[in-house]
């Protein structure tokens, strides 16, 4: 039986009301896209979070770099002005010096480095002195050997840099095994003559 039938009409008209109210609800929550721009956003962030770490990254590696490179060449000088081979710990008067001047941004138990001498005491022959790397891509070191007065000395530093960011190294390096890229830096000096019983000129 119809509201109109028993002379309900003002309740019935607000159970309309109220019925037509709810469907336009209804209506308007099918076509919202408030949502979409929630999942929206959840898509975009996780990437583009993703690429700012990685241009952060690859910029601490460059400034790693570079920090390996004022290390080694601080080291270096040490040799050249004779202070390692006077003291009474060569290489742990070198090892000392690199890793004061690198530890601020590297980890120094992981800084590899050799220090020998040219053959024949020749800046070509340095030159041509390639470094070691076993398959691991560790640096394979030779004995330590700081030299004497007028020596030609080579010292290279090695470090390798782990990236954070997942398959940063891979897509830099091309290998999908590896998420590491080395860093190392080669200083070739000449000693001078501190000491006039090893001088030749």
């Known amino acids: 039986m119809s509201c109109a039938r028993v002379n ?91 890793c004061s001047n690198i530890k601020a ?20 022959n340095a030159a041509t002195t390639k470094p070691t790397i076993d398959s691991n891509g560790n640096l394979v070191p030779k004995s330590f050997a700081s030299g004497k007065s007028n020596s030609v000395i080579i010292v290279r530093s090695y470090y390798k840099w782990e990236f954070f960011t997942p398959y940063l190294g891979s897509m830099m390096t091309g290998s999908m095994d590896k998420n590491w890229l080395p860093l190392m830096s080669t200083v070739v000096i000449k000693s001078e003559p501190y000491n006039a019983a090893d001088s030749s000129g």
């Open 105 to 124: 941004m590297l980890d120094c138990t992981k800084v590899q480095y050799e220090v020998i001498e040219a053959t024949g005491d020749t800046f070509l």
């Open 8 to 98: 309900r009409r003002a309740g019935c008209k607000a159970d309309n009301k109220g019925a037509i109210k709810m469907r336009r609800n209804f209506k308007r929550w099918l076509r919202g896209d408030d949502a979409a721009t929630a999942v929206e956003f959840a898509m975009v962030v996780p990437p583009l979070l993703t690429l700012i770490i990685g241009i952060l990254e690859v910029s601490m590696f460059f400034a790693a770099g570079t920090v390996l490179e004022g290390g080694s060449a601080q080291a270096a000088r040490l040799i050249r002005t004779g202070q390692v081979q006077m003291s009474s710990d060569p290489q742990k008067t070198f090892a000392t010096s690199l």
